[in-house]
């Protein structure tokens, strides 16, 4: 079983009254899916909507068990603590989280519901993979209800380092909560050294190499296991749709309808203020204004998917971003060559493949990311072994993609030599780089991503307490 808090579709409301259900968005579900669709497990998790119950149901080949959320808890719960305390809290603070004591409650009580939905469907001694921070009390809760369960969590997000995790007014109720797991799961070697260590310091438990031993009363300890599994993307699948001509011919289209300018730069994120999608417009725009760049050459594609809406920080970082694409716009482009062409949606599959494909070049600038999948999508897509992957060094998949030319968002100067250096790098490197990128997204894809977390979970539930 999977348990994550958003299930692999949304249910929406067409303007017509018809409901349908909608793929929902995040690397996740991107991530999820195939190994789901391939083992016939049953996923757990919330229908995107507030204030309706729905029975399980079966969508594309895999089984859904909705759990309901309330707008209170959609307010306190999701919005509130999983992503304005939480959110922030875990990506270095880069917007300053919030700390309310009523979100807190929500969060317990919805963690609740989650396990006690496992818990009421759940096969004797089943493996249940529990996935992200909206869930991190799930584990604990899970094991006291039903302690013969294999029991997995994966944080898909960064685990920050003490000094910043110590903020959190309930950071011992979240270790207790993830220590309920057999095994512990995280992005990166860092994370995980993040993990133990705050478990160390907060509890005192002995530590060693990715083991923790957790006292299970009297003399017994339980053997946790806390270690980095870098999640990946079905790269095949990925490969499959650049190589259909219908998806080719869209991005020839592309980039005629852009002008058929001779570069072009793509950016692909949800609307996150992790994700620097504003210091990617301040070196681009620099680069315009020295004349470094000429829009009759160059367009920057920004695709930025709608996220979390209804937090404050979610809507200023949007007027802040348009605002700025605004003004480039207004100073930079020619009828016919927009500076940056920004589009505020979320695009199915094919067609993010084949702007992939159209984009010469792929910026991902994350302030801090877990792993950031689209650098791997990009990497994937290109069966052509061209194009170039400038890479922050605060996402998880810098630690694998070391061919990208990587960079420090925060030094404008260092975005904008890399901007430069990808934009004229000659041919044989693009090939060398890229090669040598894809060898790694295919060596390590989700499938191998999935099977070594859960031959780690099996080894894991095997150690008897000591
Ligand atoms: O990967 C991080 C994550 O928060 C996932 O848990 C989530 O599915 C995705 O990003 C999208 O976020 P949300 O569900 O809040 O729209």
């Known amino acids: 079983m999977v348990v994550s808090n958003r299930l692999p579709v949304d249910h929406e409301l067409a303007e017509d009254g018809t409901a349908t259900w909608r793929a929902s968005p995040g690397g996740l579900v991107t991530a999820l899916e195939p190994l789901m669709r391939a083992s016939g497990g049953v996923w757990v998790g919330w229908p995107g909507v507030a204030d309706q119950e729905f029975e399980p149901f079966e969508n594309d080949g895999i089984s859904l068990v909705p759990v309901s959320l309330s707008q209170h808890d959609l307010e306190f719960y999701y919005e509130g603590f999983s992503n304005d305390t939480l959110w922030p809290l875990y990506h270095d603070v880069i917007s300053p989280p919030s700390f309310h004591r009523e979100w807190w409650d929500s969060y317990v009580e919805v963690n609740r519901r989650f396990a006690d939905a496992v818990a009421a469907v759940a096969a004797p001694g089943a493996t249940v993979w529990v996935h992200d921070y909206q869930l991190q009390l799930v584990p604990r809760m899970l094991r006291e209800a039903r302690p013969d369960l294999v029991i997995g969590f994966f944080n898909h997000i960064p685990f920050p380092p003490y000094g910043i995790y110590s903020q959190l007014p309930w950071r011992k109720q979240i270790l207790d909560g993830l220590l309920g797991a057999d095994l512990i799961g995280f992005q990166r070697v860092a994370d995980a050294g993040n993990f133990s260590r705050a478990v160390r310091r907060l509890f005192g438990y002995p530590t060693r190499g990715t083991a923790i031993d957790v006292p299970d009363g009297g003399q017994r300890f339980r053997r946790v296991v806390a270690r980095h599994f870098p999640i990946s993307i079905d790269a095949n699948a990925f490969e499959e749709l650049a190589r259909r001509p219908d998806i080719q011919a869209r991005s020839r289209q592309i980039r005629d309808e852009l002008g058929n300018p001779k570069t072009i730069i793509l950016g692909v994120d949800r609307l996150d203020y992790t994700k620097g999608i504003g210091h990617r417009l301040k070196a681009y725009g620099e680069l315009l204004a020295e004349g470094r760049l000429i829009a009759e050459d160059v367009t920057l594609v920004q695709v930025a998917s709608p996220s979390r809406e209804r937090v404050g920080a979610y809507m200023d970082l949007r007027d802040e971003i348009e605002l700025a694409v605004g003004r480039m716009n207004g100073d930079y482009s020619t009828i016919g060559h927009p500076a940056v062409s920004y589009h505020h949606h979320g695009y199915p599959r094919e067609e993010m493949v084949a702007l992939y494909l159209a984009a010469d070049v792929m910026l991902v600038t ?57 934009v004229n790098m000659p041919k044989p490197e693009r090939k060398r780089r890229m090669r040598a990128l894809r060898r790694k997204v295919f060596d390590n894809d989700v499938a191998a991503w999935s099977a070594s977390f859960l031959e780690t979970l099996t080894g894991a539930a095997k150690v008897a307490p000591g």
Do not use: C
């Open 366 to 422: 994350a302030l801090r990311d877990g792993m950031n999948l689209v650098a791997k999508e990009y990497v994937a897509v290109r069966f052509d072994e061209d194009g170039v992957l400038v890479l922050s060094e605060f996402t998880g998949a810098s630690d694998q993609l070391k061919q990208a030319v990587l960079i420090n968002p925060h030094d404008i100067e260092d975005v904008k030599s890399a901007i430069l250096l990808a």
